[in-house]
């Protein structure tokens, strides 16, 4: 019996571990965390924080092909026919555009903020999927150095109880999902280069509340002059310990005419607002290799009940440091 036991905990390990691939930084051999692997067709997931993710035929019979990117890597495209156990990424970092990295200023300063947009209405909400990464432009009013020191970013959570729901004190739905942040250069209206090559990420759960203060000081980006785009993107729901769990782009629901694949939406929901007058937030669909950043407003071809009623921005806040001159 004992030996039964044993042989069948081998058997799932085995079963576990099959198709585990992890992605490493050619020169170093660290992971390269949070990559992203595409499928070509639209969809596909990413890596966990140490470069690993789950790839099987039988989990995605139809998948030829892999497209494997990650901020500052050459993209890799590869077959999915004997996949490798490990797969080393080569570096290609470009020169970042209007990024001041400096030691500690030792300058006097102004602490100011932009507020975010709260908002408890679940009909005003956009329902967060893997598939899609929002940004939201940030002008610069003057040409006095500033740094960013805090992104704060609007969730509304889910009551238990639909009834309760306005209540205060509701009992929330429990969530752990991780989320990726990124900043964005502004290239003639719409997001540009990368502002930094880090990887920033976040857990947020139903206890934060109705937004998340993400400290993004140590990082030391500064206002481009013309401007800059901070995006969100979730990565999918994680376990009590922050790890990033296997999560499916879409749910397959069965239909007469086959199986619809409809995309799975992840907690917290992202409240949308009306009061903002210009039309400072893009989309994009990140698994789709080549793909641009599109205006979210009417007439741009996106399918949302949102800018049917005029709904047209994420409306984040940010704090920042404004220095004084020499």
């Given at each position: 019996?004992?030996?039964?036991?044993?042989?069948?905990?081998?058997?799932?390990?085995?079963?576990?571990?099959?198709?585990?691939?992890?992605?490493?930084?050619?020169?170093?051999?660290?992971?390269?965390?949070?990559?992203?692997?595409?499928?070509?067709?639209?969809?596909?997931?990413?890596?966990?924080?140490?470069?690993?993710?789950?790839?099987?035929?039988?989990?995605?019979?139809?998948?030829?092909?892999?497209?494997?990117?990650?901020?500052?890597?050459?993209?890799?495209?590869?077959?999915?026919?004997?996949?490798?156990?490990?797969?080393?990424?080569?570096?290609?970092?470009?020169?970042?555009?209007?990024?001041?990295?400096?030691?500690?200023?030792?300058?006097?300063?102004?602490?100011?903020?932009i507020k975010p947009y709260l908002d408890d209405d679940y009909y005003k909400c956009w329902l967060p999927t893997i598939e899609s990464?929002?940004?939201?432009?940030?002008?610069?009013?003057?040409?006095?150095?500033?740094?960013?020191?805090?992104?704060?970013?609007?969730?509304?959570?889910?009551?238990?109880?639909?009834?309760?729901?306005?209540?205060?004190?509701?009992?929330?739905?429990?969530?752990?999902?991780?989320?990726?942040?990124?900043?964005?250069?502004?290239?003639?209206?719409?997001?540009?280069?990368?502002?930094?090559?880090?990887?920033?990420?976040?857990?947020?759960?139903?206890?934060?509340?109705?937004?998340?203060?993400?400290?993004?000081?140590?990082?030391?980006i500064f206002f481009p002059k013309n401007g800059f785009f901070v995006s969100l993107q979730v990565l999918g729901y994680t376990d009590?310990?922050?790890?990033?769990?296997?999560?499916?782009?879409?749910?397959?629901?069965?239909?007469?005419?086959?199986?619809?694949?409809?995309?799975?939406?992840?907690?917290?929901?992202?409240p949308f607002t009306d009061e903002i007058n210009d039309h400072r937030t893009f989309i994009k669909r990140i698994f789709i290799n080549?793909?641009?950043?599109?205006?979210?407003?009417?007439?741009?071809?996106?399918?949302?009940?949102?800018?049917?009623?005029?709904?047209?921005?994420?409306?984040?806040?940010?704090?920042?440091?404004?220095?004084?001159?020499?």
């Amino acid at each position: 019996m004992k030996y039964t036991i044993f042989w069948f905990f081998i058997l799932s390990i085995s079963i576990a571990t099959h198709g585990q691939t992890t992605i490493i930084d050619e020169e170093t051999s660290y992971p390269v965390s949070y990559a992203t692997v595409s499928f070509g067709d639209g969809q596909g997931l990413f890596a966990d924080n140490d470069g690993m993710f789950i790839f099987t035929k039988k989990l995605y019979p139809d998948v030829d092909s892999l497209y494997i990117s990650a901020l500052g890597y050459k993209t890799i495209s590869l077959a999915t026919t004997n996949l490798p156990d490990t797969i080393k990424m080569t570096i290609e970092l470009n020169e970042l555009d209007e990024v001041l990295l400096t030691a500690k200023l030792d300058r006097k300063f102004k602490r100011e903020s932009i507020k975010p947009y709260l908002d408890d209405d679940y009909y005003k909400c956009w329902l967060p999927t893997i598939e899609s990464e929002i940004a939201v432009f940030f002008p610069n009013q003057n040409d006095k150095l500033k740094k960013i020191t805090a992104v704060k970013f609007p969730i509304s959570l889910e009551s238990r109880d639909w009834k309760k729901r306005k209540r205060a004190n509701a009992d929330k739905r429990k969530f752990s999902t991780l989320f990726k942040v990124k900043f964005y250069a502004n290239d003639n209206g719409s997001p540009g280069n990368v502002l930094t090559y880090t990887n920033i990420v976040f857990r947020v759960t139903e206890k934060n509340g109705d937004k998340f203060e993400l400290d993004v000081s140590e990082h030391d980006i500064f206002f481009p002059k013309n401007g800059f785009f901070v995006s969100l993107q979730v990565l999918g729901y994680t376990d009590s310990t922050g790890k990033l769990l296997p999560n499916k782009k879409y749910k397959e629901i069965k239909s007469s005419s086959g199986i619809v694949k409809i995309p799975t939406n992840f907690r917290p929901l992202l409240p949308f607002t009306d009061e903002i007058n210009d039309h400072r937030t893009f989309i994009k669909r990140i698994f789709i290799n080549g793909n641009d950043w599109v205006q979210f407003k009417q007439g741009n071809g996106i399918e949302s009940s949102l800018l049917r009623t005029n709904i047209n921005n994420y409306g984040v806040g940010i704090s920042y440091n404004t220095y004084k001159d020499e």
